[in-house]
């Protein structure tokens, strides 16, 4: 999958969820969060995509969010 995307055409929008569902599969991941730092702010960060296998727990979100 993550090969297929080397050539992918489509917006951003579409690409990152692809790219994170390929990359979750790729690690054996629970759950993947993409997050970009703010230029304006550089102490804050913003969430731009995230993906779950299904078998991630909901509070490791809250975990992350709280430590920064």
């Known amino acids: 999958d993550l090969s297929a995307l080397r050539s992918f055409a489509g ?14 599969a790729l690690l054996g991941a629970r759950k993947l969060l993409l997050v970009l730092r703010d230029p304006k702010s550089p102490a804050d960060w913003r969430s731009i995509g995230d993906w779950s296998s299904g078998n991630a727990s909901p509070n490791i979100l809250v975990a992350i969010t709280e430590d920064t």
């Open 11 to 24: 917006s951003p929008l579409d690409f990152w969820p692809r790219y994170l569902a390929a990359l979750g």
